[in-house]
């Protein structure tokens, strides 16, 4: 099984503060992994320097073989935590505009994806609320033909009766191969779709691993196992 993400002794730090520790990890093609820990333990900057959104660490980050640049940009898509996209915009115009820019953008599968969150194409996004604007984000992510799907927090602006919808949606809409990197901290609702997991402490590496083999060893979900880890 081949990699899609390497990083060797990754660091990154704000200013004094450091938020990535000499990061070793290794992800493999074609999994659904779960990218979980804390408030401010480096979750959030680590998926940028995946998104190519952030150049100033130390280390070394490949992605599908490639250190971030323009051919890593082309193949990955990334969901960002918080709502980007211009409200005086049309659902169209978003899905317009994302269809020029990337050329793996897939028409067929956003009006598939429309149709089953029940968005009106027509309706400005001022007039929607978070929850609705995230499912646009998220259709927008979902309907590239990517390697790697990045996604920062999907669950956090919809309600308990949408989060299933939406995991569903995400398992059916990525690609044979593909990879999917999820942030979450909703970690019941998320863990039954989860191949492998990466558990992050404060800008290292607490657990890694097939989730299956980790809930065996420990005799206990993920969701109990992340609440001892972290108890406060």
């Given at each position: 099984?081949?990699?899609?993400?390497?990083?060797?002794?990754?660091?990154?730090?704000?200013?004094?503060?450091?938020?990535?520790?000499?990061?070793?990890?290794?992800?493999?093609?074609?999994?659904?992994?779960?990218?979980l820990?804390?408030?401010?333990?480096?979750?959030?900057?680590?998926?940028?320097?995946?998104?190519?959104?952030t150049?100033?660490y130390?280390?070394?980050?490949?992605?599908?073989?490639?250190?971030?640049?323009?051919?890593?940009?082309?193949?990955v898509?990334?969901?960002?935590?918080?709502?980007?996209l211009?409200?005086?915009?049309?659902?169209?115009?978003?899905?317009?505009?994302?269809?020029?820019?990337?050329?793996?953008?897939?028409?067929?599968?956003?009006?598939?994806?429309?149709?089953?969150?029940?968005?009106p194409?027509?309706?400005?996004?001022?007039?929607?609320?978070?929850?609705?604007?995230e499912?646009v984000?998220?259709?927008?992510?979902?309907?590239?033909?990517?390697?790697?799907?990045?996604?920062?927090?999907?669950?956090?602006g919809?309600?308990?009766?949408?989060r299933?919808?939406?995991?569903d949606?995400?398992?059916?809409?990525?690609n044979?191969?593909?990879?999917?990197?999820?942030?979450?901290?909703?970690?019941?609702?998320?863990?039954?779709?989860?191949?492998?997991?990466?558990?992050?402490?404060y800008?290292?590496?607490?657990?890694?691993?097939?989730?299956?083999?980790?809930?065996?060893?420990?005799?206990?979900?993920?969701?109990?196992?992340?609440?001892?880890v972290?108890?406060?």
């Open positions: 099984m081949s990699d899609i993400v390497v990083t060797q002794d990754l660091t990154k730090s704000y200013g004094i503060r450091p938020v990535l520790q000499q990061m070793n990890l290794r992800i493999p093609a074609g999994r659904i992994v779960g990218l820990g804390p408030n401010g333990c480096g979750k959030t900057t680590f998926m940028k320097i995946l998104a190519g959104l150049s100033d130390t280390g070394a980050v490949y992605i599908d073989g490639q250190a971030p640049g323009v051919y890593t940009k082309s193949i898509s990334y969901l960002p935590e918080k709502t980007y211009k409200d005086w915009m049309r659902v169209r115009d978003v899905m317009s505009l994302f269809a020029d820019f990337y050329a793996d953008f897939d028409w067929n599968k956003a009006a598939e994806l429309l149709e089953r969150f029940q968005l194409g027509d309706m400005k996004l001022k007039y929607m609320s978070k929850g609705m604007q499912k984000q998220l259709i927008l992510v979902m309907c590239r033909n990517a390697k790697l799907y990045i996604l920062d927090e999907p669950l956090s919809v309600d308990p009766a949408a299933s919808v939406i995991l949606t995400i398992i059916r809409s990525y044979p191969g593909s990879t999917v990197l999820l942030s979450t901290h909703l970690i019941y609702d998320v863990e039954r779709i989860l191949d492998d997991i990466i558990m992050m402490g800008g290292q590496i607490v657990m890694a691993g097939e989730a299956d083999a980790i809930r065996q060893q420990n005799g206990r979900s993920i969701d109990q196992l992340f609440r001892e972290f108890r406060c």
